[in-house]
């Protein structure tokens, strides 16, 4: 399985959006500062996360998810973080 995943950091009102098999481990590399272009925004939260049944799933998700403007991208998080797989 492959996940689709939105972190936010409060203190910089920022969102990042990633696929991965593992979301457990991949928020801690996000959060531990190993992953370059998100250290400067420690700490992240999760704040949605979806199951897709392929890699090549979860990427064409996150490509669409990554061309939202922030409106939409709230809107989507609303309708479908209760939906969480992890």
């Given at each position: 399985?492959?996940?689709?995943?939105?972190?936010?950091?409060?203190?910089?009102?920022?969102?990042?959006?990633?696929?991965?098999?593992?979301?457990e481990?991949?928020?801690l590399?996000?959060n531990?500062?190993?992953?370059?272009a998100?250290s400067?925004?420690?700490?992240?939260?999760?704040?949605?996360?979806l199951?897709?049944?392929s890699?090549?799933?979860?990427?064409?998700?996150?490509k669409?998810?990554?061309?939202?403007n922030?409106?939409?991208?709230l809107?989507f998080?609303?309708?479908?973080?209760?939906r969480?797989?992890?």
């Open positions: 399985m492959f996940y689709v995943y939105i972190i936010y950091s409060l203190d910089f009102d920022k969102f990042y959006i990633g696929q991965t098999q593992n979301f481990e991949r928020i590399r996000h531990s500062g190993y992953e370059k998100t400067p925004y420690i700490p992240w939260v999760k704040k949605c996360v199951e897709k049944s890699r090549s799933e979860a990427m064409v998700l996150e669409k998810l990554k061309n939202l922030r409106e939409r991208l809107m998080i609303e309708k479908y973080a209760g969480d797989e992890t």
